[in-house]
């Protein structure tokens, strides 16, 4: 049983290492911060690329956004 007694021993090591408050809260502050980096550098393209899209569909001419309209007297008979 020498594994059962160094994982009880490295986990009693783990408990009597105390560790800074302060510390902890700054790393996991730093860690939220880069989450919400990568979250921004991700998003941010893909809106202005939505953006700059319907832009360009909203300045198109009128004329362009309308079918053109059928002539039926061009079209022949059964």
């Given amino acids: 049983m020498p ?12 408990a009597t ?3 800074s408050k302060a ?6 502050a730093l ?7 990568v979250w921004l550098v991700a998003l941010i393209p893909m809106a202005l690329l939505a953006l700059g899209a319907t832009v ?3 300045l198109k001419p009128a004329a ?3 079918p ?3 002539d ?3 079209t022949p008979r059964l």
């Avoid at 594994?3 to 783990?14: C, D, G, K, L, P």
């Avoid at 510390?23 to 996991?28: C, D, G, K, T």
Wanted: a positive charge; aromatic letters at 8%.
């Fill in 3 to 14: 594994a059962v007694h160094a994982t009880f021993r490295s986990q009693n090591h783990r």
């Fill in 17 to 19: 290492r105390q560790e």
């Fill in 72 to 74: 039926f007297q061009a």
């Fill in 64 to 66: 362009a956004k309308t």
């Fill in 31 to 37: 860690q939220l911060a880069m989450l919400f980096l």
């Fill in 56 to 58: 360009v569909q909203a």
């Fill in 68 to 70: 053109a309209p059928i």
């Fill in 23 to 28: 510390l902890v809260v700054a790393i996991s």
